[in-house]
């Protein structure tokens, strides 16, 4: 029996006249979308219209929030206490699904952005504050992470339903961290061997780390970078290669 | 028969270490609160917060959106296009909802903020631009604006709910509009005459103009403002006196 | 003998991980640079960097004000006290001097962006609060704008350098306003008949109406669009007509 | 001979319509004024107010730059690179400068705000990034800073004059650092002690840790908080003690 998979992208990470990213051309091939809430990128009006692009594609939509700061396209650590981060989430949470509303639709998932995410991966104690943030505001999203993150392990302990994401152009330490941006080779731009690194993720449940081992990977969905040139191809590429292999792929929740 | 009244008040209009108002105090009295949505003032944090004293004291939340002007408090002009005061609109409402949505409430309604406010008495478009973003977000929404107003008759042209509001402190001109700012004595301070004044409206349905005219006004709920000294205590003495008299004083929607 | 031009364009309007423009590119075809200043564009590093770029070109450097509006990218009308206006337009010269200052440079002018500038055209008060701003910061700065404007006026009245700016690629209304963008053929993109019309403007002292007329123009300074595509390209194209004709461009102060 | 000190206080933290601490009843008693310079307070009407006050009572104008976090205060650590931190501070030191300039004042000093202060204490690179900045803008500009700090150090490093700062109404440790807030007895409140120590402080040149032990405290300027109630009586109080026990209280530099 076939494997399944979601492909999720960020999105809506324009602002006012500044544009972002590749919305129109993604939204052909992934099949969830992490949109921008309008704290580290997105305004109103983008919201809105990305909401409404994915509609159209039958794309599920998920909340992007992220740090209040703009400037620093939420890729700065800030330090916010537990009670500051859970009103920011579910400010950021609940606006995005104002807009999901106002088409019919409902919030899928939640995956946070940047120094969030990053800080959220180790942070036992953050990752259950977002959780519990998560869970107060809609106890039915699915909070998507790293796989093994405190974040996974949180929404587990705590009952959110989780996603475990992977990355298929990105290098893995034999820990199941990722290689850091800082280390030549730890990302990949060769769009087949991306391919092929997402098709043996999903179809083996593993992936070759650095040091040439196996690493198991458990995979709900497969990150596909926005902002890099060529990202709509890649994902082109990524998602026929799957298909082209009895790989099913839909959103995390029809 | 009695009659009944609600009485609203702008709340949760503090922002980060900066305090305004006396929503403790006044959650006593009123029976709505216009909840700042973090445009032109409030933040995530001080929103939660609103939102739980409101639930605490039984008192209908609304929100209370503005222009994007934090540091003009949403009190200058701003010239938005249709789609983009509809994101706006529709981003504050929801986070807002969010928060109520956490507590177990229902957002009841909606009143706009400063010059947005001022704008959409006499402006039919952006009027129906605020109804139709209202409408579209959730039907059920009262919107609350001054009898007469072009807000007024957008909604009840679109089928949005609406309630008439009236202002006990201000001096009314024949035609139904209220006396500048900038007129001496546009602005009544003392409590029994505000409360006296507040009872006519509510008890025999018109209001002395400042010509001397009596002016009939459909009153639905009355605003009390909060950011002026002595404002719970007007609160107090408004619901006192309404009360004392036979009027039931609750909140638009039960 | 020679006449001499200079060639003015807006710049820096990138913010955090936002890029507009192409500064780099027209720097080389430019002679002043109007460099954001963080209310509509624009963040500390940009500036920073885009000061450092017009040095290293030998651009001359011009704050370029706008409304405190970033999501609207300063194009939306905004009523400001005078008082706000006033500091909200030193706070905003004073911070790009700033980064001249730290490489030894001195602030050569201002031009107001969008919505500002526009509304500064016609509206004397506006126009005079605007020269009284500027003048008092420092009197030696030279006003940017339209000539016949509001602001041109004001700043000979009052005693500030004015240099009078022209549009090579935007037709003229037969009383020396432009045409509204909206009117088809408002905005010209053929390069050659922009060059063109800049070689006209600057040797003949007059440009082609849209009626057929000849409307006489003072031009100080033709300003080159630099957020279209091939703007560089145009400006280059520009650059070197009027050069070949014996036309010298310079910045506005040596 | 007479010793002499300044006494200063952060002003200018009101924005738009939100009021904070008693500039104008302070400004009657300290020689020094740390203004914000709307990052994390203060607007540019806030900013040109304040300034113009601190002509008006001969007080000297620094500025009180923070992060750019206006609901945070300035209170939450963020982690910019070097880079940012220097363009940031640069904007807020020269926009607060220009202030300065159209009144015919000089930016006497810099006084760094919230958690940028409190991690510059003791992170030599941050610190020397800081003073890199202060210098390059203007290397003048005096650098208040706690006795023995990473700031202290890298100015005397690097050639920038400084000042030590002390806390009459804050506990310290043995070591010279503060107890911090969250321990009993950290801040003191009666204000008789206060001056006490602020006299000691200054005349004997140690004040008594909490331990009992005398500590060494090189001492420039006294802090006096401007956001607690009673801050300007306190202030009153202590230059009242100072100057009735021959100490002149007298601004960094005249």
Not at 187 to 214: C, F, N, T
Request: net charge neutral; glycine share 10%.
């Amino acid at each position: 029996m076939g494997k399944t998979i979601d492909l999720n992208s960020d999105m809506g990470e324009a602002f006012g006249a500044y544009r972002l990213g590749q919305d129109r051309e993604l939204m052909n091939y992934v099949t969830s979308a992490n949109i921008a809430c309008g704290f580290h990128a997105g305004d109103p009006r983008v919201m809105e219209e990305t909401v409404a692009l994915a509609r159209e594609k039958g794309v599920g939509v998920g909340a992007h929030p992220g740090f209040p700061d703009l400037v620093g396209f939420g890729r700065r650590e800030m330090r916010l206490s537990e009670a500051e981060l859970r009103s920011d989430l579910i400010y950021q949470m609940a606006a995005l699904d104002g807009f999901c509303r106002t088409v019919g639709m409902k919030l899928q998932h939640v995956k946070l952005h940047g120094a969030l995410y990053n800080m959220a991966v180790s942070d036992e104690n953050l990752a259950q504050a977002v959780v519990r943030a998560v869970r107060d505001y809609d106890r039915d999203l699915i909070l998507v992470a790293s796989p093994g993150s405190a974040m996974i392990k949180a929404g587990e302990k705590l009952g959110l339903p989780v996603a475990n994401e992977v990355f298929a152009d990105r290098a893995y330490n034999p820990d199941g961290t990722l290689v850091s941006r800082r280390v030549p080779g730890a990302v990949l731009h060769d769009p087949a061997e991306v391919a092929g690194r997402a098709l043996e993720m999903v179809r083996e449940g593993w992936v070759k780390a650095v040091d040439g081992s196996r690493l198991p990977l458990k995979a709900d969905t497969i990150c596909v970078h926005g902002d890099t040139p060529g990202a709509a191809d890649l994902a082109r590429q990524i998602r026929r290669l799957l298909e082209g292999n009895g790989v099913r792929v839909r959103r995390l929740r029809p």
